[in-house]
């Protein structure tokens, strides 16, 4: 079994940064591509990007490329989300997920291990 504990969330200014960090714990050997999800409420939960398990293949939502960096420390067997110029409108939970195959997908019923969210919340 695998465990994701995320961190990172708070509370910040429209255009101001957040690292959000994702603990991996158990069975990480499993693990192959990963990425971030986050939740708006009333709203699906929606990708916001991937990375593979080597970390050398990305994948970014448009309304977060060229502001979010996603990355990855096997060694600490931690997932990374540097986020940027946020917005108001990035306000969400973020997940983290994890998957036992190798592609970089953005369909959250692909992810086999989910986290239990970090609550970003951005102010105008």
């Known amino acids: 079994q695998v465990q994701l504990v995320e961190s990172g969330g708070g509370v910040v200014q429209a255009g101001g940064s957040l690292r959000l960090s994702c603990a991996a714990s158990?069975?990480?050997?499993?693990?192959?591509?990963m990425g971030w999800f986050r939740q708006a409420p009333g709203k699906e939960r929606d990708f916001v990007a991937g990375i593979s398990r080597s970390g050398t293949s990305t994948s970014y939502s448009d309304s977060v490329k060229d502001r979010f960096t996603i990355s990855r420390d096997n060694a600490k067997n931690t997932l990374y989300l540097q986020m940027n110029s946020l917005k108001p409108e990035d306000t969400a939970v973020y997940y983290c997920?994890?998957?036992?195959?190798?592609?970089?997908?953005?369909?959250?019923?692909?992810?086999?291990?989910w986290g239990q969210g970090t609550q970003v919340t951005v102010s105008s």
């Open positions: 997920a994890a998957r036992k195959l190798l592609a970089v997908v953005s369909t959250h019923t692909d992810y086999d291990y």
């Open positions: 158990g069975r990480t050997s499993s693990l192959y591509a």
